[in-house]
C-alpha cells in the first residue's frame, strides 16, 4: 500500500495528490485523501487492474431516527497494528456526541475489501443505524428476493450484487441487510443499512462488510455470495433447445425467491451455482416462454432443458403523405388478453422490451402470437398513430401505415447534446443501434457524450441505411466524483480529456486550451444525490457567488431541463428559476435540453431536445450549432414548438429601446397530440402574463402583448405548459413542457 503524490498517466484513473492506493495481488483500492472534499471514503475499488474499476465512490453513512448524521472526517491514516495493513478513517459528529472508526483492509489471498466500523457514543442514543452506501455507473443492482432493483425501494436480501461490463462487486455481511436503492440520474445508489439500534453512554457498535470483486461473471458472482453467507450449494445446467436472437433466463427458488437472471452462453448453456432448493426455471425469447420445475440437491446437478418458442412476424411498412420512408419507434402493447411482449434487451434498436426502432420505416419484430396494439411515431413535427395487429402463427401480420408530417419546423436543427452508449460505462447501447434511436426520433443534430470518452458516431451514421439526415459532433461528458458532470464539444478526436478530477476553475481552464471553441455545458446542475454541480459547489444563484474553493463560472450552456426529470417538473422548475437568477445577475448563458439517454426502452432520445437557429455560413456544421449556442438562439421542448420575439428580436438578441413597454408575439404550434394549456410571458424572472390555450389545432395560440421594461437591462422569455401526459413517453407522466431562451432589452 502507497499514497499517490501525483497525477501518473499510467492507464489509472486521475487520483489527487495526497490519495492513498491500496494494492493486493487481485485488488487495487483508492481512499481520498485526508484534506480532499472527500476524505475517507472508498473512491475506486479495480480488480486487477485500475480499468477494472465501476466503483464511483462509498462511504459509511449514519442515521439517527431515519435522519443522515453529518460526519467530519478527522484523520485518515495507515494502521498496521493487526495482520494485515489496514487504512484508518476517523469520523466524528460533535453535536450527536460519537465517534465513527472504519478500517479498510484487503485481503492477501483472495480477491475481497472488509471494511469494518466501529461507533463509539458518549452520550446514550437511540435509533442509531449503520450504513454502507455506495455510487457506481453501470446496469441496477441484483438483490436475490427481489432481483433488479430499477427503481427506488427498500428491500431485505442476503446480499448486493452490483455489475458492469468489466467487473462484479458482491457486498454483505454476516446480518442479512436491509438494501436502500435508487438512482440519481444513470449514477446508481445503494445503501446497506443495519437495523437500528439503541446505545448507552460509552456503548459501542461494530459492523462488518465485506466487498467481493471480480471479473464480469454475474452467475459466479453469485455463487461467490451465496457461499460467503454459509449457504448449501448445487449446481444448475440449463441449456437451450435451439439458437435464439436473444433469450433471458430466469430462476426462481422456493425459498429465496429469484436468484438469477440473464442470458445463457452464446450456445444456448447456462451452468450455475445455487442454494439447494425446490426451482422454477423460466426461459424468455422472441417466440414467447417455456418453463420447467426440478430440485437441486446440495452437492448435486440437476439440469432442465428449454424449449425455445418459434417466434412469429410482423412485418411493418411506414410512410409519409408524399410515400416516402419514414423513420418510427413502434410501441407493441399487448391487448385483447396477449400480455405485453419482451421483444429484446432494453440496449437494442430492433427489440428494447416493447420498444422497436427502424431507420428505414419498415422491418419485421419478432414476437409470440396474438393482439397487439402498435403506437408508431417519429418526433414532434410528425403525427402519431395507433393500430391493431393479429399476429398469427402461420401467416404473422402486416402492418402499414401513412404518418404524415404536421410541424414545419425547418426554421430550427432538432438537437440532443448529451447521450450515452457502450463506450459509457453505464450504457450497452452499440453506437449503430444509438444512431437508429436518434433517426427514429426525429433528431438532427445529436452529440456523443460518453462518460470521460471521447466518441464519433460518424462512422456508424455512414453505415446506416437511412434516407433521413443526421449530424453528428464528436463530444464527451467530463464525469467527476467531487464536481458534477459537463458536456464538452465540439472536441477534437484525437485529443484526450484534461484531468478530470481537477476543480471547475482549472478543468475548464484546460479544455478550452486543448479545444478552442468547445462549448462548456453544465449538466443536471441540482440533480441528486451528490451529481449536480451547483449543489456541490453550494452556489447561490441569486448573488453568483459559491461557498465552495474552485468553482469556476466558465461554462456555455445549462442544462436546465434533462430526460430523467421528464415526469418531476419541481426540479426542472427549480433549474429555471436558476437560470433566471443568473441572467438576472447578467451572465448570459444558454439553457438547454436533452434527454440524457442511456438505454432504448424508457429513455428515449431527443426527449427534451433544444431547437436551434443555426445560421447559413460556410463553417462546420458543428461550429455553427456551437456559435448559435453562445448567442442564445435556441428553445428547449418536449412536445409544442414556439416562435416569439420582442420588439421584432428573437431569442438572443440584444436590444436597446426607451419605451416603457416592448411588444411581446407568441406563437406556440403543436401536434394534435401534444396537449398544451398554457403559455406564461416572464420579464426579469417574473409572470407577467399567462394565456390560456384550448385549442387542438396545429397552430395553438397567437398572441400579442405589451409587457414592462425597467430602466436598464431587462429579459424576456416564454414557458409553455400542459397537465396531460404525452402519449408518446410510455410509463412516464410527462406533461408538455417548452421555454425559450431570453431577449435582452436594454431600456436607457
Not at 479495480?46 to 439517527?64: C, F, G, P
Not at 424449449?307 to 410515400?323: M, N, Q, T
Not at 467531487?482 to 476553475?505: C, M, Q, S, T
Not at 410527462?734 to 431562451?741: E, G, L, S
Request: charged share 20%; aromatic share 6%.
Amino acid at each position: 500500500m502507497w499514497r499517490e503524490r501525483a497525477s501518473a498517466k499510467d492507464g489509472r484513473k486521475k487520483r489527487r495528490e495526497g490519495d492513498w492506493v491500496m494494492q493486493s495481488p487481485h485488488l487495487r483500492a483508492l481512499i481520498g485523501a485526508p484534506a480532499s472534499a472527500q476524505a475517507g471514503d472508498l473512491l475506486g475499488l479495480a480488480y486487477q487492474s485500475w480499468s477494472n474499476d465501476a466503483l464511483e465512490r462509498a462511504s459509511t453513512v449514519v442515521a439517527i431516527q431515519g435522519r443522515p448524521v453529518a460526519l467530519r472526517t478527522v484523520s485518515v491514516e495507515l494502521d498496521d497494528s493487526g495482520e494485515t495493513p489496514a487504512l484508518r478513517v476517523v469520523r466524528k459528529a460533535e453535536a450527536h456526541g460519537f465517534t465513527l472508526v472504519t478500517r479498510y483492509s484487503l485481503a492477501s489471498s483472495v480477491s475481497e475489501l472488509q471494511v469494518e466500523s466501529e461507533l463509539s457514543a458518549t452520550r446514550e442514543l437511540s435509533g442509531v443505524q449503520l450504513g454502507d452506501r455506495a455510487y457506481w455507473f453501470g446496469e441496477a443492482p441484483f438483490v436475490p428476493g427481489s432481483g433488479f432493483i430499477e427503481s427506488a425501494s427498500r428491500v431485505s436480501g442476503p446480499f448486493s450484487l452490483l455489475a458492469s461490463r468489466k467487473v462484479t462487486y458482491v457486498r454483505f455481511a454476516p446480518e442479512r441487510l436491509e438494501w436502500e436503492t435508487h438512482a440519481s440520474g444513470a449514477q446508481r445508489i445503494q445503501t446497506a443499512w443495519l437495523p437500528a439500534r439503541r446505545l448507552g453512554a460509552q456503548q459501542t457498535l461494530a459492523w462488518k462488510r465485506t466487498y467481493l470483486v471480480g471479473p464480469a461473471d454475474r452467475a459466479l458472482a453469485a455463487a461467490r455470495g451465496w457461499a460467503a453467507r454459509g449457504v448449501a450449494l448445487g449446481q444448475l445446467r440449463i441449456s437451450l433447445s435451439s439458437a435464439s436472437a436473444w433469450a433471458i433466463v430466469e430462476v426462481r427458488s422456493d425459498r429465496h425467491g429469484v436468484v438469477f437472471i440473464g442470458p445463457p452462453r452464446a450456445d444456448g448453456q447456462l451452468a450455475l451455482e445455487v442454494p439447494a432448493d425446490r426451482y422454477r426455471v423460466v426461459v424468455h425469447a422472441p417466440g414467447g416462454r417455456d418453463e420447467a420445475a426440478l430440485v437441486v440437491r446440495q452437492g448435486d446437478v440437476a439440469s432442465a432443458r428449454l424449449i425455445v418458442p418459434k417466434p412469429s412476424k410482423l412485418a411493418f411498412e411506414i410512410r409519409d403523405e408524399r410515400g416516402e420512408a419514414v423513420p418510427v419507434r413502434l410501441d407493441v402493447r399487448g391487448t385483447g388478453g396477449t400480455p405485453d411482449p419482451m421483444l429484446g434487451p432494453p440496449h437494442l434498436a430492433a427489440g428494447a422490451r416493447t420498444n422497436v426502432y427502424s431507420a428505414t420505416g419498415s422491418g419485421e419484430v419478432a414476437l409470440p402470437k396474438g393482439r397487439y396494439r402498435v403506437t408508431i411515431s417519429h418526433g414532434l413535427d410528425h403525427d402519431i398513430a395507433t393500430r391493431e395487429a393479429e399476429v398469427t402463427s402461420a401467416d404473422g401480420a402486416i402492418l402499414r401505415h401513412v404518418l404524415p408530417r404536421v410541424l414545419d419546423t425547418s426554421t430550427h436543427l432538432a438537437c440532443d447534446f448529451h447521450l450515452h452508449a457502450a463506450p459509457s460505462g453505464d450504457s450497452a447501447i452499440p453506437l449503430s443501434d444509438r444512431v437508429v434511436s436518434l433517426v427514429a426520433e426525429g433528431v438532427q443534430f445529436a452529440v456523443a457524450t460518453d462518460h470521460n470518452h471521447v466518441t464519433d458516431y460518424a462512422p456508424a451514421v455512414r453505415a446506416l441505411e437511412s434516407s433521413a439526415a443526421l449530424a453528428t459532433e464528436i463530444g464527451a461528458e467530463v464525469t467527476t466524483a467531487r464536481w458534477g458532470h459537463f458536456n464538452v464539444f465540439p472536441w477534437p478526436k484525437a485529443e484526450p480529456l484534461p484531468d478530470v478530477y481537477a476543480p471547475p476553475i482549472d478543468l475548464f481552464a484546460a479544455l478550452r486550451i486543448a479545444a478552442p471553441g468547445v462549448i462548456v455545458q453544465v449538466n443536471h446542475p441540482r440533480m441528486p444525490v451528490d451529481i449536480g454541480y451547483f449543489d456541490l459547489a453550494q452556489l447561490d444563484t441569486s448573488t453568483g457567488v459559491a461557498k465552495r474553493a474552485g468553482y469556476s463560472s466558465d461554462f456555455d450552456t445549462i442544462e436546465v431541463f434533462n430526460g430523467f426529470e421528464l415526469d418531476t417538473p419541481a426540479v426542472v422548475e427549480k433549474n429555471l428559476a436558476d437560470f433566471m437568477a443568473l441572467v438576472r445577475m447578467g451572465r448570459r448563458v444558454t439553457a438547454v435540453g436533452n434527454s440524457d439517454s442511456h438505454r432504448l426502452d424508457t429513455q428515449y432520445a431527443g426527449y427534451p431536445r433544444t431547437y436551434v437557429e443555426v445560421g447559413e455560413d460556410a463553417a462546420p456544421l458543428g461550429e455553427r450549432v456551437a456559435a448559435a449556442l453562445r448567442g442564445g438562439r435556441a428553445y428547449v421542448t418536449n412536445g409544442p414548438t414556439l416562435d416569439f420575439t420582442v420588439n421584432g428580436g428573437h431569442s438572443g438578441d440584444r436590444l436597446q429601446t426607451e419605451r416603457v413597454e416592448a411588444d411581446v408575439l407568441v406563437r406556440v404550434n403543436a401536434a394534435a397530440w401534444v396537449p398544451v394549456n398554457r403559455a406564461e410571458i416572464w420579464v426579469n424572472g417574473v409572470m407577467t402574463e399567462r394565456v390560456a390555450i384550448a385549442s387542438t389545432s396545429v397552430e395553438r395560440v397567437v398572441h400579442s402583448a405589451r409587457v414592462p421594461l425597467s430602466i436598464g437591462n431587462n429579459f424576456v422569455m416564454v414557458i409553455v405548459r400542459g397537465s396531460t401526459p404525452l402519449p408518446n413517453l410510455n410509463g412516464l407522466r410527462a406533461t408538455a413542457f417548452a421555454f425559450t431562451n431570453p431577449v435582452y432589452v436594454e431600456r436607457r
